[in-house]
């Protein structure tokens, strides 16, 4: 299955295997590929080349293999893994692989080296061949065995070596021959690979594309400027890291339905696996006060009516005290006596009725309170002017805001009782009146029901049960 197809394109372009077909031969890959086939065409010996991880020293070893793949004079041998415990089993694999021989199991170290000798004497003197010994992963080798590839060295004629050693490995290796000079004087090609730059990072990656392109049409896919500037940043100029984070991009911009990489691919490319962001530190502040706020909410309403600041010592103080009556022309206060003892009607703030403490002189000196709720909530009435609340309005108070207006529940067969309701009447003529009735017109002939009205200059409140 071709995912690329309606990209146009016959195979994956960035694929994590060394492909030889899709070498970029940057200018330092190019000058080492030509430097390691002059050296080995002449017979010069040894040749090494290192590098950081991912640079392409496996890739350019497989260059370097398809360069002499079809040259009959030249026999070619590649050995992946050059890790040996003993210097003898490594030895012995390489007399087998140039020989094409098993050697016998009793010789020993001097008789795998003589039988190595007259293997490499036969095929370069008689057969005139060329022998290549290509070692990858050159880091991993012990210096008993380079000390053992330096001996191969000198099976030699009086014009050439007869075994061509070429070793790709890692840095780690460039220690082990500095502590060898009599190895590193025996090199004759010897290349570090540095990381890829922006315009060869470019390079690579639009040779790539046009590699895995079909020959009828060229590549429906591009990377843009952008893409590239963050692959390249991302990657360090490393060609394996480079190679995986645009295979990467690929797959975020197919599944986003698009035909081009942009800097959205490539970041998510980058971080696939990310934590999420760490919230805001203004968010993280509001939820902690939202959380505050509730917690003080619930503290209020936990304390009781009179809530944490009045207490129930002031609020039983408010309960307990009984106002003075006042003439018709004053504020009239509403109090309603029950079996259980007297409470006071109060104002509901979700209604916006707003309860104030204020004292007024009257005619002849006496101040005057409207003792409407607890201790120390009044109501102010206006200075001479009249004014009206909008008809039909009604203000329910909360079941649970400070002491309600109930008559006695009945016991038996009798009807209960509904709660008392703050109802605004429409103005009349002649001055407005409020009235307060416990539940309904049979509540005044109760024994402990107390009717009172009088009159306000300002505004008209009617507290009336519902049927």
Not at 105 to 112: A, I, N
Not at 434 to 452: C, I, N, Q, S
Request: charged share 20%; with cysteine; proline share 6%.
């Amino acid at each position: 299955m071709n995912l690329y197809a309606n990209l146009s394109l016959e195979r994956e372009p960035f694929s994590n295997s060394p492909d030889p077909n899709f070498l970029h031969e940057t200018r330092q890959h190019a000058t080492c590929m030509q430097e390691l086939e002059i050296s080995l065409r002449l017979r010069r010996g040894l040749n090494v080349i290192t590098g950081d991880i991912g640079t392409g020293k496996t890739t350019l070893c497989r260059g370097l293999l398809r360069t002499f793949a079809n040259d009959r004079e030249v026999d070619m041998h590649l050995l992946l893994d050059p890790h040996f415990a003993t210097s003898e089993e490594f030895l012995r694999v390489i007399l087998s692989s140039v020989s094409r021989l098993t050697p016998d199991p009793d010789m020993g170290l001097w008789e795998l080296k003589e039988a190595l000798k007259q293997q490499l004497y036969r095929l370069g003197m008689v057969e005139r061949r060329l022998v290549v010994l290509i070692i990858d992963e050159g880091q991993k080798m012990s210096p008993e065995n380079l000390e053992l590839l330096r001996e191969m060295l000198n099976y030699e004629t009086n014009s050439s070596k007869l075994l061509q050693i070429v070793i790709f490995a890692q840095r780690e290796l460039e220690p082990l021959l500095e502590a060898m000079p009599n190895l590193v004087d025996r090199i004759n090609v010897r290349k570090r690979l540095r990381a890829l730059t922006l315009p060869e990072t470019r390079q690579m990656i639009r040779h790539r594309l046009k590699v895995a392109a079909s020959a009828e049409a060229l590549p429906r896919v591009d990377f843009s400027e952008v893409a590239i500037c963050a692959i390249h940043m991302a990657s360090g100029g490393s060609p394996r890291k480079i190679v995986r984070l645009c295979h990467m991009s690929m797959l975020e911009m197919l599944v986003r339905g698009k035909t081009s990489v942009g800097i959205v691919e490539v970041r998510a490319a980058t971080r696939p696996d990310a934590p999420a962001r760490r919230p805001h530190r203004r968010a993280l502040a509001a939820a902690v006060a939202v959380m505050l706020c509730l917690g003080l909410g619930s503290l209020w309403y936990s304390a009781g009516p009179a809530g944490p600041v009045l207490g129930p010592g002031l609020a039983q103080r408010g309960l307990d005290a009984q106002p003075q009556a006042t003439a018709p022309g004053d504020v009239a206060n509403i109090t309603a006596s029950t079996a259980a003892g007297s409470v006071s009607s109060t104002v509901d703030n979700s209604a916006q009725a707003e309860a104030k403490t204020a004292s007024g002189a009257a005619a002849g000196g006496e101040s005057r309170s409207a003792g409407l709720a607890a201790e120390g909530l009044t109501l102010l009435p206006e200075n001479g002017e009249t004014q009206s609340a909008p008809a039909g309005l009604t203000l329910l108070p909360h079941r649970d805001q400070g002491p309600s207006l109930r008559s006695p529940i009945a016991r038996g067969s009798e009807a209960q009782v509904v709660p008392a309701r703050l109802h605004v009447a429409t103005p009349g003529q002649g001055g407005l009146r409020t009235v307060v009735a416990l539940a309904d017109e049979g509540a005044k002939d109760e024994p402990h029901g107390l009717f009172r009205s009088a009159s306000f200059s300002s505004a008209s409140f009617s507290m009336v049960g519902s049927q």
